[in-house]
């Protein structure tokens, strides 16, 4: 990779180096020397890794170093793809690659000046079927194609990426999800077998068609979706815009926001992104036509939390992560309830800000995506903007009744206890939460604005 890389003019932090010697004896006396962190990775083949210090989680630049057991051309056939099947010495890594004296036996170099992903030999899905999702990915990244034997191999042993561990599906189905046009490379995957293969739980969405606003099917609809929440978040196009971006709420704070890590490299971005292809995930399982013919999903984001965590945790992503995205999928509906008879009162704003916690600015934003996805090439442009100035006007009045109930509070639960003769308890908590909420709309600025509003509470 780090050889190709380098043909392409493009970063890398990985580095990968073969030795002829026992890799797990060498490499800890090179972890001191670069001053990096020494891990084993795989004691049966030899095989280890330097992380190397002062990079963050983002950026992290690592060193692999494997045992090479006979030749390094026999060592290059063990890789997956030829234009990873690519080795320079070492005395010759500080010279032009383009220049050096590049070992190639499989005619990577030619496979890179072609843009072709090619198998280096038919054993290679069979030796590690991660690969079969890293083929894809890398001919999306580099924007390559894959060639058609590699491409009908990976068709006839999609199935064996069902028996990769989840926390190596978990890592690469995230740099899957850092691909611009992440919905287009979904669509190729599933075409090969491979979504379904790995969410088993996404198959009966396929074909399953949805009320008349919708252009498309279920699965279809979430793909599109992932592709969307990129065009809202300004990481990506959506091929449906017809002066759509223009109207879409943005900052550098919400730049920010998105882009901030939660853990192991999966963004808020990335999350998101998660969120959308499993959002709709239980409808299958609730759907029903009712009494005038039309089809139904009550109940769709109850039911498809839970099989969303499952499926994270199978995966192993973090408790937050998991979190994250099960509460999106949970409320994805609550922007558009919240605004269905007009501007929400500051009292719904605050509800709402207070019920989905740490991911409401994430499932506002969603919303839009969804109404994107829903809508597709028949997107009415008035009816958008509509909605993306009612997300603007309560982002903005939550970021105002934050500065109003910011701490320190008006009053606290011993002022409710010592003037109310109250006895602490749930209750105090309780009221103490109506005043915020009373704070947030305004009803109340000050303390004795408060306790006569604790004293109507009691009273009534």
């Not at 049966?44 to 950026?59: G, M, Y």
């Not at 690519?86 to 890179?112: M, N, Q, R, T």
């Not at 009550?298 to 995966?315: S, T």
């Amino acid at each position: 990779g780090f050889i190709r890389d380098a043909i392409l003019k493009r970063n890398t932090a990985d580095i990968d180096i073969a030795v002829t010697t026992d890799a797990l004896e060498f490499a800890p006396g090179l972890a001191q020397a670069l001053d990096g962190k020494f891990i084993p990775m795989d004691k049966e083949n030899r095989v280890c890794r330097i992380i190397l210090k002062n990079t963050n989680d983002a950026n992290r630049q690592q060193v692999d170093i494997s045992t090479v057991k006979a030749t390094i051309e026999l060592d290059l056939g063990q890789r997956d793809f030829t234009i990873n099947a690519l080795a320079v010495p070492l005395k010759d890594i500080a010279d032009i690659i383009k220049e050096a004296d590049i070992i190639d036996p499989f005619k990577g170099l030619s496979d890179i000046q072609g843009k072709i992903i090619r198998i280096v030999s038919d054993k290679a899905f069979k030796m590690d079927a991660l690969r079969l999702l890293r083929g894809a990915r890398l001919a999306s990244e580099l924007d390559f194609v894959i060639d058609s034997h590699t491409e009908e191999l990976i068709k006839k042993h999609c199935s064996l990426i069902e028996d990769v561990p989840g926390e190596r599906i978990r890592e690469e189905l995230l740099r899957i999800f850092a691909v611009p046009r992440t919905g287009r490379l979904l669509l190729y995957l599933e075409d090969m077998g491979l979504i379904t293969a790995i969410l088993p739980e996404l198959a009966p969405s396929k074909g399953l068609q949805q009320q008349y606003e919708h252009h498309w099917d279920v699965f279809i609809h979430s793909v599109k979706t992932v592709d969307a929440i990129g065009f809202v978040l300004k990481q990506g196009k959506w091929e449906y815009d017809t002066k759509a971006a223009a109207h879409i709420p943005w900052s550098v704070e919400l730049a920010e926001y998105f882009n901030e890590e939660i853990s192991g490299g999966g963004t808020r971005l990335l999350l998101i992104k998660l969120a959308a292809l499993l959002h709709d995930i239980a409808k299958p399982k609730t759907r029903f036509i009712d009494g005038e013919g039309k089809t139904r999903f009550f109940g769709h984001p109850r039911e498809g939390a839970p099989i969303a965590a499952d499926i994270l945790k199978r995966l192993r992503f973090s408790s937050k992560e998991t979190g994250i995205v099960e509460s999106i999928v949970l409320h994805h509906l609550r922007p558009t309830q919240m605004t269905q008879t007009g501007a929400p009162t500051d009292k719904a704003i605050y509800r709402y800000f207070r019920d989905v916690t740490d991911v409401a600015i994430d499932t506002l934003f969603f919303s839009l995506a969804d109404h994107l996805a829903t809508r597709g090439p028949n997107l009415d442009l008035t009816n958008w903007q509509q909605h993306t100035t009612m997300i603007n006007y309560i982002l903005n009045k939550h970021f105002e009744q934050e500065k109003m109930i910011a701490p320190p509070g008006i009053i606290s639960g011993d002022d409710l206890i010592r003037e109310f003769k109250l006895k602490p308890g749930k209750r105090i908590g309780e009221l103490l939460e109506a005043i915020r909420e009373a704070q947030a709309s305004a009803e109340i600025v000050s303390r004795e604005d408060a306790l006569a509003y604790i004293n109507r509470l009691l009273n009534m």
